[in-house]
């Protein structure tokens, strides 16, 4: 068993040190806010510690899932960060959606300090974080890969090195703007079968089965008929991942006009006060349109 310190206590890392401790690894963790960190040793055990260079502090492997760049970057350097209390040889693993061009600056910095960086984006959401059973898309040397997987194993159902660092976060936007076009596409599909006054979860039960079949539509038609948001990654969120997509796709020069166009859609759902919505809520956008 090996000691694990885990920062940041959020919505997926809350339950994701969860199942290191019921895997029997030592686990410190760190929040933000300490009263999670307290709530999350009086349920789970180990220990909390005030600041990341204390939590990481004699880890094997640090792992974060923070909010966004400059979140990572601040339980990371500085001298109350991670790296300032790391060993020479231990293991920082990034589950944080970032872009990759602060993976590439802090795995440099890492790097100078002799500290090992997977950058490790997860995908499956809350449940998948709750029941184990994310994707993780792993980018960074591959003997500090080897080493980290069976850690990262325990709340996987799947796994794998892209490439060097950076390959792990490009990965993830990857699945950022596929799942983008497929939300807007459900959504449009929905709001169809409505208008043409069809029963929305009796057409996804026959379609479902076919061709058009999706996670998205499995998981989340019957909600989005229902007109129930909170099951899932919020819009903000999901906006922030759509821009780091689209500034990097400005930088290696992909056309992402699909997916440019549901920010935009995404962007009016804010205005709708559903920033706190999960992403299947883009149907709330084409119902808006029929009131207007």
Same mark, same amino acid.
């Given at each position: 068993?090996?000691?694990?310190?885990?920062?940041?206590?959020?919505?997926?890392?809350?339950?994701?040190?969860?199942?290191?401790?019921?895997?029997?690894?030592?686990?410190?963790?760190?929040?933000? +806010?300490? *009263?999670?960190?307290?709530?999350?040793?009086?349920?789970?055990?180990?220990?909390?510690?005030?600041?990341?260079?204390?939590? *990481?502090?004699?880890?094997?492997?640090?792992?974060?899932?923070?909010?966004?760049?400059?979140?990572?970057?601040? %339980? $990371?350097?500085?001298?109350?960060?991670?790296? *300032?209390?790391? !060993?020479?040889?231990?293991?920082?693993?990034?589950?944080?959606?970032?872009?990759?061009?602060? +993976?590439?600056?802090?795995?440099?910095?890492?790097?100078?300090?002799?500290?090992?960086?997977? !950058?490790?984006?997860?995908?499956?959401?809350?449940?998948?974080?709750?029941?184990?059973?994310?994707? %993780?898309? $792993?980018?960074?040397?591959?003997?500090?890969?080897?080493?980290?997987?069976?850690?990262?194993?325990?709340?996987?159902?799947?796994?794998?090195?892209?490439?060097?660092?950076?390959?792990?976060?490009?990965?993830?936007?990857?699945?950022?703007?596929?799942?983008?076009?497929?939300?807007?596409?459900?959504? @449009?599909?929905?709001?169809?079968?409505?208008?043409?006054?069809?029963?929305?979860?009796?057409? %996804?039960?026959?379609?479902?089965?076919?061709?058009?079949?999706?996670?998205?539509?499995?998981?989340?038609? @019957?909600?989005? %008929?229902?007109?129930?948001?909170?099951?899932?990654?919020?819009?903000?969120?999901?906006?922030?991942?759509?821009?780091?997509?689209?500034? +990097? *796709?400005?930088?290696?020069?992909?056309?992402?006009?699909? +997916?440019?166009?549901?920010?935009?859609?995404?962007?009016?759902?804010?205005?709708?006060?559903?920033?706190?919505?999960?992403?299947?809520?883009?149907?709330?956008?084409?119902?808006?349109?029929?009131?207007?």
């Amino acid at each position: 068993m090996a000691k694990v310190s885990f920062l940041g206590l959020g919505v997926m890392g809350y339950p994701m040190a969860g199942h290191l401790a019921k895997a029997g690894h030592d686990v410190t963790v760190y929040n933000r +806010t300490t *009263a999670k960190a307290e709530k999350w040793v009086a349920e789970q055990g180990g220990r909390f510690a005030v600041t990341p260079r204390e939590a *990481a502090q004699g880890a094997d492997f640090v792992m974060a899932c923070v909010g966004n760049d400059d979140d990572l970057r601040s %339980v $990371c350097l500085g001298e109350d960060g991670a790296f *300032a209390g790391m !060993d020479a040889g231990t293991i920082f693993v990034d589950h944080t959606t970032v872009s990759a061009k602060v +993976t590439r600056e802090l795995y440099a910095d890492a790097d100078n300090k002799q500290i090992c960086f997977v !950058d490790a984006p997860v995908s499956g959401g809350q449940a998948g974080a709750e029941n184990g059973q994310l994707g %993780v898309m $792993c980018g960074g040397d591959q003997g500090a890969y080897d080493r980290a997987e069976p850690i990262i194993n325990v709340y996987a159902k799947a796994c794998k090195r892209m490439g060097d660092n950076g390959a792990g976060q490009l990965t993830k936007m990857v699945n950022q703007i596929c799942i983008a076009g497929v939300v807007q596409g459900l959504s @449009e599909a929905l709001h169809f079968a409505d208008k043409a006054g069809l029963d929305g979860k009796a057409v %996804v039960e026959v379609i479902s089965q076919g061709a058009a079949g999706s996670w998205q539509m499995s998981n989340r038609y @019957e909600t989005m %008929v229902d007109n129930e948001f909170d099951h899932g990654f919020a819009v903000d969120w999901m906006r922030k991942d759509l821009g780091i997509c689209l500034d +990097t *796709a400005d930088e290696n020069g992909a056309s992402l006009p699909l +997916t440019a166009l549901v920010d935009q859609f995404y962007k009016d759902v804010q205005k709708m006060g559903g920033g706190r919505w999960d992403t299947s809520s883009l149907i709330q956008r084409l119902r808006a349109l029929d009131h207007a």
